[in-house]
T-cell receptor, first 113, second 115 residues
Framework: GENVEQHPSTLSVQEGDSAVIKCTYS??????FPWYKQELGKRPQLIID?????GEKKDQRIAVTLNKTAKHFSLHITETQPEDSAVYFC????????????FGTGTRLLVSP | GAVVSQHPSWVICKSGTSVKIECRSL??????MFWYRQFPKQSLMLMAT?????????EQGVEKDKFLINHASLTLSTLTVTSAHPEDSSFYIC???????????FGPGTRLTVL
């Protein structure tokens, strides 16, 4: 089955720096790759997603890149702010008759003022 | 955006009792709903997938007789944890999908504590 690996597990940056989180997946049939931000005790919030027919997508300070050949995708956050501090999860879709998601292990991002 | 509610937000129960958690899509019809469990500082683990009017599909290792799922309508799915034990204490989160584009909208979660 699909396996999603995520690195790093923790990431500490200074406010204003950039942060990059990387994920790899195993199922070449995966075609949807969302990124979620989860604050403590809260629901995961979709922040950006990308489908397999594009290589890059950007939304203000957040961007995602996808390399289908290498089966990896990355989240880029520029000009980080303290409120970006949270746990970030990547996910990859698996088509088993219905589209389910397999999540990465999460990255705890800490942005220091 | 699409809104998913979950009730209750937290529940404390005694070992051996059953607990029902409701998941509702408020402004869209959810053809598929997903139930996840999340232990502290861990990722979301899919427990089961339910489609309206059909039996749920459980992930490997999840006991279907212990975690009963009912997807009664296009806006409501319920998860019942039967004969709960302390090891079932966790954060249970549902999500709903109403399109063919894979996007899932998450509920706020239910924190279950079994004493």
């Amino acid at each position: 089955g699909e396996n999603v690996e995520q690195h790093p597990s923790t990431l500490s940056v200074q406010e204003g720096d950039s942060a990059v989180i990387k994920c790899t997946y195993s199922d070449s049939a995966s075609n949807y790759f969302p990124w979620y931000k989860q604050e403590l005790g809260k629901r995961p919030q979709l922040i950006i997603d990308i489908r397999s027919n594009v290589g890059e997508k950007k939304d203000q300070r957040i961007a995602v890149t996808l390399n289908k050949t290498a089966k990896h995708f990355s989240l880029h956050i520029t000009e980080t702010q303290p409120e970006d501090s949270a746990v970030y999860f990547c996910a990859a879709s698996v088509n088993t008759g219905f589209q389910k998601l397999v999540f990465g292990t999460g990255t705890r991002l800490l942005v220091s003022p | 955006g699409a809104v998913v509610s979950q009730h209750p937000s937290w529940v404390i129960c005694k070992s051996g009792t059953s607990v029902k958690i409701e998941c509702r899509s408020l402004d869209f019809q959810a053809t598929t709903m997903f139930w996840y469990r999340q232990f502290p500082k861990q990722s979301l683990m899919l427990m089961a997938t339910s489609n309206e009017g059909s039996k749920a599909t459980y992930e490997q290792g999840v006991e279907k007789d212990k975690f009963l799922i009912n997807h009664a309508s296009l806006t409501l799915s319920t998860l019942t944890v039967t004969s709960a034990h302390p090891e079932d204490s966790s954060f249970y989160i549902c999500s709903a999908s109403g399109t063919s584009y894979n996007e899932q909208f998450f509920g706020p979660g239910t924190r279950l504590t079994v004493l």
